[in-house]
């Protein structure tokens, strides 16, 4: 079993895992759960969201809400209540988990179109505040996320939600706050809708936006940010985390890789797809890197 440390000053990785590769014997890695992926709808339409049985030796968990698949494949709706999502993270107690949101991108990467962006600003601004408001006493993090496709869009959102975010924050490090030590350092908020579209640069130019709007002091998370970002030399600052579903490495001809091993698709993965995957992003850490200025 691999054991993989991130010191404080490197960006975190979180493998995003989804409901069938949760696994006893599973690797010690960050591990995002989408709450998507859990969710069932029974023969009589009553829906639900399994249980994640984490294995107790992953300390380290986040959860998403799923925002890209309500937003790209559910047409804008979540399919569970935001009830259900609190009684499935309370089965697995994650240090932080994000409120709903609505990505502002369109499935093939394209722009929404401004007054739709404006009107998945509004959904994440009322839900947050709504998980803040209505369910704030839970042993987890709760992280909002800021939308937006254009660097002005992000700047907006981020403007809205910073009363907000300065009162989560607030309340999350003070050490009255959480039974154990250190739990309010898992407090974050989120950027979306950056995959797949931006280049490293235009990340890393959005990062330095939005932190000099909510405050040096918040932690960031990238949704869906992937591997390439990490291999750019310039050097992150702040406290930074991103998540990737891309670790089980089945693209291609790495299909017919797995076939021949005579693994299953899972057993590939984390015997084979992530070690090779946690090796590029220790080498992407630890490669030299010089500051950008803007």
């Given at each position: ?200 640069k235009s990340i890393h130019a959005i990062v330095e936006r ?44 790495e299909h017919e890789a797995r076939r021949r091993s005579g ?32």
């Amino acid at each position: 079993m691999s054991h993989w440390f991130y010191p404080r000053f490197h960006p975190l990785l979180y493998y995003t895992v989804s409901a069938k590769e949760v696994r006893p014997n599973m690797p010690v890695v960050p591990v995002l759960l989408p709450a998507t992926s859990f969710f069932t709808q029974h023969a009589n339409k009553a829906v639900t969201l399994r249980r994640a049985r984490l294995p107790a030796h992953i300390r380290l968990r986040g959860a998403d809400c799923g925002a890209y698949t309500a937003t790209t494949r559910w047409k804008g709706l979540y399919h569970f209540t935001p009830l259900q999502y609190v009684q499935w993270l309370s089965s697995w107690r994650p240090q932080w988990a994000s409120t709903f949101d609505l990505c502002c991108i369109e499935p093939d990467g394209s722009y929404p179109g401004a007054v739709e962006v404006r009107r998945r600003q509004r959904f994440t601004t009322e839900m947050a505040w709504y998980f803040w408001e209505s369910i704030r006493d839970t042993e987890w993090c709760w992280c909002p996320t800021i939308q937006g496709y254009t660097m002005s869009e992000l700047e907006r959102h981020a403007y809205e939600l910073t009363p907000l975010i300065r009162a989560m924050h607030a309340y999350y490090a003070d050490p009255g706050w959480g039974e154990e030590e250190g739990e309010g350092d898992h407090f974050r908020v989120g950027i979306g809708s950056l995959c797949r579209r931006l280049p490293s640069k235009s990340i890393h130019a959005i990062v330095e936006r939005m932190s000099s709007i909510i405050g040096p002091d918040i932690s960031l998370h990238l949704w869906g940010v992937k591997l390439k970002f990490l291999q750019t030399p310039i050097q992150l600052r702040g406290a930074l985390s991103l998540d990737t579903g891309a670790w089980n490495g089945l693209f291609g001809q790495e299909h017919e890789a797995r076939r021949r091993s005579g693994l299953t698709v899972v057993e590939y993965s984390w015997q084979v797809s992530q070690p090779r995957y946690a090796h590029k992003i220790q080498q992407a850490i630890e490669a030299p890197k010089q500051m950008l200025l803007f």
